[in-house]
């Protein structure tokens, strides 16, 4: 059994990285392997926009990743300036930073890079999509 | 502490990725991580002096890449075949960095942890 890390890059529409990443997720959990957590980081940070809402016959990735963080307890971890900077906000960073609305998921929480980090350094094996 | 090898491999106008990935880079370092970097394909435009990112609405990172000594970024490689395609010597470049035959850079990323592209 092996330790990942994920790098989620890819924006939640209009690349299939994320969708790549998702599908590797379950995959490793499925063979038995332990994922620490998904870092968000880059375009991949729009994964955590709640107000994402595709048709109904198109796949939800930001509800793919809130359903595979429930049954598997991995955590969502945003890059937090990297979301800032593309307007994904928390609860919280709408609070400190004067906005009237967030749009992050609850699922998703806000991290910095040393997250990141330390989970490599805890992992065996970090993938990027 | 682990190996990272940090590649950047997009042109320093036109996107953020590398400022991005030179966050990365540094944070990595400074928490202990060993960490090396390669130029690569458009990227290698990064070791051109006297450019001026603000006039195409880029925050100015370039000058960022002088300190990796600083934080004990000491391998850092450009694609000797890139900078052949876009023109770029060693004696252009405006801060330390070693050009490198591709078969250096393999070897660099055969003993890295982890790779991670940018």
Redesign the interface.
């Given at each position: 059994m092996s330790k990942f890390i994920i790098?989620v890059n890819g924006t939640v529409y209009g690349s299939t990285a994320s969708f790549r990443a998702l599908r590797f997720t379950e995959s490793v959990l499925s063979l038995g392997h332990q994922v620490s957590h998904i870092f968000f980081?880059?375009q991949g940070v729009f994964n955590s926009n709640s107000l994402v809402c595709p048709a109904s016959d198109e796949h939800d990735l930001h509800r793919a990743w809130t359903k595979l963080a429930s049954e598997h307890n991995v955590k969502l971890v945003n890059c937090v300036?990297?979301a800032l900077r593309r307007g994904v906000l928390s609860a919280q960073d709408a609070l400190e930073n004067d906005k009237q609305q967030y749009n992050a998921s609850e699922q998703f929480t806000m991290g910095?890079?040393?997250e990141?980090?330390?989970g490599?350094?805890q992992s065996e094996?970090?993938v990027?999509f | 502490?682990?190996k990272?090898c940090v590649i950047f491999r997009k042109s320093p106008i036109g996107n953020t990725?590398s400022r991005?990935g030179l966050?990365?880079a540094m944070?990595?370092a400074s928490?202990e991580?060993e960490v090396s970097i390669i130029f690569t394909d458009e990227a290698v435009l990064h070791l051109l002096p006297e450019q001026q990112p603000e006039l195409v609405g880029s925050k100015d990172y370039l000058s960022t890449f002088k300190a990796l000594s600083l934080y004990d970024i000491e391998t850092v490689l450009v694609c000797r075949d890139s900078a052949v395609q876009f023109g770029i010597t060693a004696k252009d470049f405006n801060f330390e960095a070693e050009l490198a035959s591709e078969k250096h850079i393999q070897t660099l990323i055969q003993q890295a942890n982890?790779v991670?592209?940018y």
């Open positions: 790098q980081y880059q300036s990297a910095g890079l040393g990141l980090v330390t490599i350094e094996r970090l990027c | 502490m682990k990272i990725s991005e966050d990365f944070l990595s928490f991580q982890e991670v592209v």
